[in-house]
């Protein structure tokens, strides 16, 4: 059974740094798409980072040159490193998986398999 568990998420000041994990289980995830969402209290889930089986790599303008995403493809592991962090992404974020070779996936739809969530709080 895949497995995806999130953690990393905590309570920083704007400005501060944090490094969220996904650590998936289950089966090899080298040949996978995987990507990063958050929520907001009383918003939609919306997409922060996807990076490919090949490590293509792809931003909405809200996170891009504070976020990156990475992959240990060895662990199993896909990173979400946050830098200059603002109150505005404080959301609850989650990992996403999908066994794919297609380009860079962008859409919920296109995920199969999610993590729980971590919190991360920004404080202004």
């Known amino acids: 059974q895949v497995r995806l568990v999130e953690s990393g998420g905590g309570l920083v000041q704007a400005g501060g740094s944090l490094r969220l994990s996904c650590a998936a289980s289950?089966?090899?995830?080298?040949?996978?798409?995987m990507g990063w969402f958050r929520q907001a209290p009383g918003k939609e889930r919306e997409f922060v980072a996807t990076?490919?089986?090949?490590?293509?790599?792809y931003y909405p303008d809200s996170v891009k040159g504070r976020f990156t995403i990475s992959r240990d493809n060895a662990k199993n592991t896909v990173y979400l490193q946050m830098n200059s962090l603002k109150p505005e992404d404080t959301a609850v974020y989650y990992c996403?998986?999908?066994?794919?070779?297609?380009?860079?996936?962008?859409?919920?739809?296109?995920?199969?398999?999610w993590g729980q969530g971590t919190q991360v709080t920004v404080s202004s």
């Open positions: 996403a998986a999908t066994f794919s070779r297609r380009g860079l996936l962008l859409d919920i739809s296109d995920y199969i398999y």
């Open positions: 289950g089966r090899t995830f080298s040949d996978s798409a």
């Open positions: 990076i490919t089986w090949s490590t293509s790599t």
